[in-house]
Nanobody, 115 residues
Framework: QVQLVESGGGSVQPGGSLRLSCAAS????????MNWYHQAPGKNRILIAAISPDGISNLADSIKGRFTISRDNAETMVYLQANSLKLEDTGVYYC?????????WGEGTRVTVSS
């Protein structure tokens, strides 16, 4: 079965960095686009980063220049390097894949940015 397990969240001050990881299994990882979503407190979950099977990334304007998405097809891992964190980056970050027409989600990893 498809499994997505996020890790790497935590509490940081503004300007800090975190590296979020997503361990994926149960589907052909190397041919799937992988996504990261962000859900801020009280708001909808929104797509912030996507990476194609061959490593081409697409980032939301809100994170361009600060976050980087990457993947390791051999290890079936996807990463989100989050730098220069802002208060508004607080929330839960979810790994996502669309596989055979079904959206799969991890449990999320929580990031809190506060001074």
């Amino acid at each position: 079965q498809v499994q997505l397990v996020e890790s790497g969240g935590g509490s940081v001050q503004p300007g800090g960095s975190l590296r979020l990881s997503c361990a994926a299994s149960g589907f052909p990882f190397s041919i799937r686009i992988m996504n990261w979503y962000h859900q801020a407190p009280g708001k909808n979950r929104i797509l912030i980063a996507a990476i194609s099977p061959d490593g081409i990334s697409n980032l939301a304007d809100s994170i361009k220049g600060r976050f980087t998405i990457s993947r390791d097809n051999a290890e079936t891992m996807v990463y989100l390097q989050a730098n220069s964190l802002k208060l508004e980056d607080t929330g839960v970050y979810y790994c996502n894949v669309l596989h055979n027409g079904v959206d799969y989600w991890g449990e999320g990893t929580r990031v809190t940015v506060s001074s």
